[in-house]
């Protein structure tokens, strides 16, 4: 029915090298060496993987999801011998720290992998996403033993890893968790229940490392007497034999998407207690978690953005190829050529773009905080990622559901069809607002945590280095001038409502609540503004003779008069405050 | 895992009566009498039907589709027998013209009816609706002996109807139709493949009659040479035996939603012809389908109002028992204190209504064309109910997609699993913006045809009851000023732009299409507000002491607030016109 994933590796290695100019990621020479020199070549490589091996698969998983039998997860046809091609060709150690034998490349090149493995098959990206973060928590909070024993495993891809927070009665609220874990030597046992544990049993590798939330004797109340355990599905031996643990798979979840991705319902301690060993700090879990979480949410940006380019490119390909419509000289023409169509497909490209230069600038970022040599520059890059993760993760999320959208009716009547992948990328991209924090936790993370604790110091930082981005662009070209007043009156507006909201939510226990949402899409609107704004300045002196450079100046300002009015309806949603939600008699509705 | 379907009767008779007053049918003493002598009975025990019969089905039909077997649809469990008890309740008479034995009620109560079956299982409540435009249609273009043979048949509901028009290559566009009829003494013989037919084939009557468009030989080129014929699935002899006629079932798709409904690929005319009685006038097909056609795109706005208000109903409903969140005070909360939970119901209850009364007043138009004596009258409501037809098609649908996906989003992780209805409705209700001619279809009627060919004068007096409407509410009302502010100056922008389209139409090939897409929601969000300043206005005097109005006064408020912005966004979009759509270099991206 349609033709396979194909990375888009010009304009992904465009928004590389934008995400590294514009994090100050190129003025580290190691770094930018480290780039140009294996970027192309990484990419290109990842992109026929993605092509041959993970996308002919994704159909497959959606119609043949994992199924439970015997107790354990059977994944979906030819998943497990992908896995092994991909383990077996070092994917997964890609951005893994050369100290832990990993291949130590910038998290923006592993990101930039990540999206065509999750534009290509999403249910089966996830998998290897899980492993990145669990190997950055157990290489920062781990012991020497456990990441001698464990991260090789990791890192080769050899073993994989969950993550299990959720219980039925404790799921954005993790201060409710009733996994107990008890001592036991030198270690732990534990016992309780876990569910939506993505790919918390499969049969792609021998074992499992989940890294569970759990609560001690006498712990304190609350997420503050929360801690982190490795739990492997099997112990390894010093021998290197493995022996069962005590966790049993109760049952897998029928979902509406990334259906290949195995949901697992999990119990531990059924047979005496799972045995566990702490990570990091006792009754400081949700930080070590937070460690994976930070990576997970990230990752949900990826994914988001994988699936929307996947839409955009189903979409372009089908109404390059269906005809429909005739005009006035006779013939039918491919449905590219009708307004709306074209519409469709700009607000998809443009959306899509802006998701893309936002995730990995957020990617970049992280990669300046980890390895800029100026304490201070690190601290920045710090606090820029700490912003944008977020951000990246409840923006792209709302664009690929939307983006997905605008892809099945491009589709018409075949795009509700379960044969047209169009619906599969529909129903893949719904999960991506709910998990690793629901969108809202996200809008709660970005106002209550990111802004409020340095009183805007980081979101003013980053505004004015958007507004850095709209004033060099010339105002006589169609679409920049009104990209540049949009991306700078925006600006001045969230920054002055930013203000208000910092002064008044101490006062106000409703306000972060009511408005977080629309703050958080609205920043989101502007910073796709500001990566449009550096793509088009960058691409203007080529745009006469190089018809790439051409579209993008264009799309630019299709984004500047299609998008960025949303700017202004979020912006009047964010001033009216708490009032309309609160002060209204829901109950009587 | 959720409560049935439970009719909203006091809010839909309150959206009845609003749309009564707001058309103009409270004024003919007749129609006024029989609404306020039946509807409240006849809303009571649709509501009943509803929940007890259809609502348990709704998750069946789900999981276990429409299948086909030895060449013929059967139906999911439980169906046939909901059919039976359905038809002997008389529901399909409801409101079928009193001459041809149906109740003759206002086609007002139909539509109320409507939502109730749909709300309750949209799958199932299809068929019906597709009979319901058959009855039209065979009422006001078939023959005397039409009339007689099939219409009984249809109003009493022991046969069903299927409308075939779409055929592979022919979609939006039915010009290119290239199914055939052959004269065949007083019949004809029809040859060809439809596909996308909606209850084209099933096992709950003994007889479908099909609405087939056909070329005849001869007939001219484009959809001027297109005619309508009744395909009977079984002809039926003067003595009431049935015959076989030549349609056969080559497959059923599988959907992505309404998965109940059987979606069929029928073959006409393999074994020497499908035996076929003209409808309407030769060559005159598209003008008597469009009687269907109107009819189905008015259902799709009640498909989708049912299915946005079932959203609703299981959002509220699970955030008032799901606990998550403790306050200060300590205990957990249901998640319907959160603020921001508030703010997705609120959207979703305040796109409800709004909904709601917006088609009913479609409906109520089209009473008025029928049931008004004074003919001037007749064509007022005639024109306004051609207006409102498009408009309830696309922004309701548009409504219920967003509206079913907050009610995803409110049921967290638990929204994207199968067993979840929310997450049904979410793909049920995807379907909207595509059938019965796309949005982008109904935006091109709106424009192309409702509003550019009487040069506004429609549009004018619609926007002019608009801002009626806005003039009275009390400027001091909480919410209510900002609704009558925001109302009127949409209403007066959305005049100036159309009237800067209907001056630049003409001369410019894009327009329509670069625009219309965000002209028709514009003008649906301004109808929003006008139906809530209605209800606001009505409930008002009772808010101090009623609890409802109250919570419908907050509500109004909130819309203006929440809702309303999108006015300034979809003005910005349309008053650039097409250059930003037309211009950009797509074919490089």
Request: net charge neutral; charged share 20%.
């Amino acid at each position: 029915m349609s033709s396979a994933y194909e990375a888009p590796l010009h304009i992904q290695l465009l928004a590389l090298e934008q995400a590294c100019r514009s994090t100050g990621l190129a003025d580290l020479p190691e770094v930018r060496q480290l780039i140009s020199d294996v970027a192309g070549s990484v990419l290109e490589s990842a992109g026929k993987f993605a092509r041959e091996v993970l996308s002919p698969l994704n159909g497959v998983g959606d119609r043949s999801p994992a199924r439970l039998e015997a107790g354990r997860v059977v994944t979906s046809p030819g998943f497990s011998d992908a896995y092994r091609q991909f383990a077996a060709s070092g994917w997964m150690s890609v951005s893994a720290p050369a100290e832990e034998q990993g291949q130590g490349l910038p998290h923006l090149i592993g990101v930039a992998v990540s999206e065509m493995w999750t534009g290509a098959n999403p249910a089966f990206a996830m998998c290897p996403e899980l492993a990145i973060g669990a190997i950055e928590a157990l290489h920062r909070h781990g012991t020497v033993e456990m990441r001698e024993r464990y991260l090789p495993h990791l890192v080769r891809g050899d073993w994989t890893s969950a993550m299990c927070l959720t219980e039925p009665q404790s799921g954005s609220d993790l201060s409710t968790i009733r996994t107990r874990a008890e001592p036991d030597g030198d270690a732990w046992r534990l016992f309780g229940r876990k569910i939506y544990i993505s790919w918390g049993d499969h049969d792609l590798t021998e074992n499992v490392l989940h890294l569970v939330l759990a609560r001690t004797p006498g712990a304190p109340q609350g997420v503050k007497g929360i801690s982190l355990f490795l739990v492997p599905k099997r112990i390894p031996s010093a021998g290197g034999a493995l022996a069962d643990n005590d966790i049993a798979v109760l049952s897998l979840e029928h979902k509406m998407g990334i259906r290949a991705s195995p949901t697992c319902a999990l119990a531990l301690g059924e047979r005496g207690g799972a045995r566990g060993w702490l990570v990091g700090p006792l009754h400081g879990g949700l930080a070590c978690m937070f460690t994976v979480m930070n990576v997970m949410r990230l990752g949900v940006a990826v994914q988001s953005l994988g699936i929307a380019e996947r839409a955009w490119q189903l979409a372009r390909d089908y109404a390059r190829t269906r005809r429909q419509g005739r005009n006035a000289a006779g013939p039918e023409r491919p449905i590219i050529e009708h307004a709306d169509v074209r519409r469709m497909l700009l607000t998809m490209k443009s959306l899509v773009h802006a998701a893309r230069c936002l995730t990995y600038t957020t990617a970049a970022s992280i990669d300046v905080a980890r390895r800029a040599e100026d304490e201070k520059v690190r601290a920045a890059g710090e606090s820029t990622a700490g912003l944008l993760t977020p951000l990246a993760k409840a923006w792209c999320s709302e664009i690929a559901v939307e983006v997905s959208s605008l892809g099945v009716q491009i589709h018409g009547g075949l795009g509700f069809i379960d044969e047209c992948e169009a619906s599969q990328v529909y129903r893949d991209a719904r999960i991506g607002p709910i998990f690793e924090g629901t969108n809202f936790i996200q809008a709660q993370d970005l106002l209550g945590r990111k802004i409020l604790r340095d009183r805007g110091a980081a979101l003013t930082a980053l505004l004015d280095r958007m507004l850095d981005a709209a004033a060099v662009l010339p105002a006589g070209v169609a679409g920049l001038g009104e990209l540049a007043s949009g991306l700078t009156s925006g600006c001045h507006a969230l920054k002055r409502a930013g203000g208000t909201i910092i002064e008044t939510a101490a006062g106000d226990a409703n306000l972060i609540g009511a408005v977080g949402h629309h703050f958080l899409q609205w920043l989101g609107v502007l910073a796709g503004g500001w990566q449009w704004a550096l793509t088009a300045a960058e691409a203007l002196p080529r745009a006469h003779t190089d018809a790439t450079a051409r579209a993008l100046v264009d799309t630019a300002g299709f984004y500047a008069s299609h998008v960025l009015p949303r700017a202004t309806m979020h912006e009047a949603i964010v001033r009216r405050g708490a009032d309309p939600v609160t002060n209204a008699a829901i109950a009587e509705l």
